[in-house]
């Protein structure tokens, strides 16, 4: 069986995500005919095509597409046993926590306190991460938990404790059809359209229409003065609401919890700390 090699994977995913010989060459800081050859060696040894090439054109075939997905996977993982490996041995390590800006829903500072009272507490630093990939930063190792949004994050390979469970809310420009409910429903929402969240393929309203790509809640908001699209966000998310635009809850929409999330093989004593200060501040909210 061929094997792959690092290096090949960097080459080709490259090439695959520039779609342009050169762009890649330039990216990998290489000459363009040293890549091309290498590609062509890649697909000489794994038997097929990975590219369609023309004097102006570059295409992944589905075999291309296919190296593409398992080679980022695989690049990330080589990354990720680099990066752990060289923090398990760190024994000042400081404790590395991603969020979303506005996405702690107000539980943060509780956190962090609660943390900070046990006699292993560590420094920990706050990293700011994007609406979808606050997971991968915690699956490649750029940080050790993270605050994520269960069932919109993709949780594969992690662990979790849930902080908080809460209901969402649908959010309309002011001359909406639905602006004057109370509150809507599902139903309601099935005849409108709701933007595609970058790396997201759940909307929560399963019949809606796909609208829009966003990225972030801003992007979210303007489409919505826009009336491109109508939204369906966690309560807390919703935060704070902008007085020229209409927010409803939406009673039958499948409740939203905010975890904190952390690798499924990360057995450091500085994350089982950190989860279990959590664990148990979020039980004496509860009980509260």
């Keep these: 069986m061929a094997e792959l090699e690092t290096r090949e994977l960097?080459?080709?995913?490259?090439?695959?995500?520039?779609?342009?010989?050169?762009?890649?060459?330039?990216?990998?800081?290489?000459?363009?005919?040293?890549?091309?050859?290498?590609?062509?060696?890649?697909?000489?040894?794994?038997?097929?095509?990975?590219?369609?090439?023309?004097?102006?054109?570059?295409?992944?075939?589905?075999?291309?597409?296919?190296?593409?997905?398992?080679?980022?996977?695989?690049?990330?993982?080589?990354?990720?046993?680099?990066?752990?490996?060289?923090?398990?041995?760190?024994?000042?390590?400081?404790?590395r926590l991603v969020i979303k800006p506005g996405g702690d829903a107000n539980l943060l500072s509780g956190i962090l306190a609660a943390y900070a009272d046990r006699p292993d507490a560590r420094q920990v630093?706050?990293?700011?991460?994007?609406?979808?990939?606050?997971?991968?930063?915690?699956?490649?190792?750029?940080?050790?938990?993270?605050?994520?949004?269960?069932?919109?994050?993709?949780?594969?390979?992690?662990?979790?404790?849930?902080?908080?469970?809460?209901?969402?809310?649908?959010?309309?420009?002011?001359?909406?059809?639905l602006a004057s409910r109370s509150e809507v429903t599902l139903a309601d929402l099935a005849q409108e359209t709701l933007p595609r969240w970058k790396g997201v393929r759940w909307t929560g309203a399963p019949e809606a229409g796909q609208g829009?790509?966003?990225?972030?809640?801003?992007?979210?908001?303007?489409?919505?003065?826009l009336g491109r699209t109508v939204a369906l966000l966690p309560r807390s998310l919703a935060q704070p609401m902008q007085p020229d635009l209409v927010y409803r809850p939406v009673p039958d929409a499948p409740a939203s919890e905010l975890v904190l999330a952390w690798s499924q093989d990360d057995r450091r004593p500085l994350v089982a700390s950190f989860v279990a200060a959590v664990a148990e501040a979020s039980a004496r909210s509860a009980g509260a």
């Design 10 to 95: 960097e080459y080709f995913v490259a090439v695959a995500e520039e779609l342009h010989f050169g762009h890649a060459a330039a990216r990998l800081a290489i000459a363009q005919p040293a890549l091309s050859k290498a590609i062509r060696r890649l697909e000489s040894r794994l038997g097929v095509r990975l590219l369609e090439r023309s004097s102006r054109h570059v295409a992944l075939t589905p075999a291309g597409d296919a190296l593409l997905h398992h080679g980022r996977h695989a690049l990330n993982a080589v990354g990720a046993a680099a990066e752990k490996t060289r923090r398990a041995g760190d024994h000042q390590a400081r404790l």
């Design 125 to 177: 630093d706050i990293l700011f991460g994007g609406a979808t990939d606050r997971a991968d930063h915690v699956r490649d190792g750029r940080a050790d938990v993270a605050l994520l949004y269960a069932p919109f994050d993709d949780m594969t390979g992690l662990d979790h404790e849930t902080l908080m469970v809460e209901g969402r809310v649908a959010i309309l420009p002011p001359d909406h059809r």
């Design 212 to 225: 829009p790509e966003v990225t972030d809640a801003a992007e979210v908001l303007h489409m919505i003065r």
